[in-house]
């Protein structure tokens, strides 16, 4: 695919197919995640692929803490459970998590976001669907501490499958809106 039609074509999908992600597409994932560039290079990045079982109970710790009582305090309750549902209808979920240094954690996490964003332009690539899940940080601790990975800084997952849905793109601030003339 060209790779203009890979931005255009990008959309965040929530709706997967039953077929699974074949291993080698995983494979060329992370390797463009790997590609990424960072600042100073420094790769502050960790992935874990998870399927399954493994993946729905990312899921259901995720939207634990948001029961009916707290639905009340916050407004973005439904989101954090809808995420989840997206999570259990993916067929895979990889979790990125980025090396703790306190010194480094803004660049570190702006690189974090660029490898995220290669994982899902590379999906559309692929012929995949994939939705950037920045809700698992809510209940960020328990998950990683589910994971194994509590010393690390779980930044967000990418939930992927074959689309079973074609959005329309999602309105987008003009060109004219973004752009600023010095003053
Ligand atoms: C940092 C970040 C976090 C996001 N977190 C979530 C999320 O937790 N759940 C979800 O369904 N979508 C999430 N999204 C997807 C956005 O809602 C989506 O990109 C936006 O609505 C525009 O739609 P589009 O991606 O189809 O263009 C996230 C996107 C980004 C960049």
Redesign the pocket.
Known sequence: MEFNEVIQN?????HFTSQEVEQDKVDQLIDCARLCQSSKNRQPWSFMILKGQEKDKVADIMAEPFNEESKEMFGYVN??Q??AD?IKRAQLLIAVFQVCEEEWFAPDLISM?AA??HI?LECVNLGLGS??????CFNERAVSKYLGYEQLHLV?AV?IGYPAEA?K??P?KSREEILLSKK
Not at 10 to 14: D, P
Not at 131 to 136: E, N, Q, T
Request: glycine share 8%; aromatic share 8%; charged share 25%.
């Open positions: 990008r959309r965040s999908i929530r989101t954090v809808y995420s997206t976001g995220i964003e899902c939705v950037w899940i920045g809700d698992i967000s939930a959005p793109p999602r987008r």
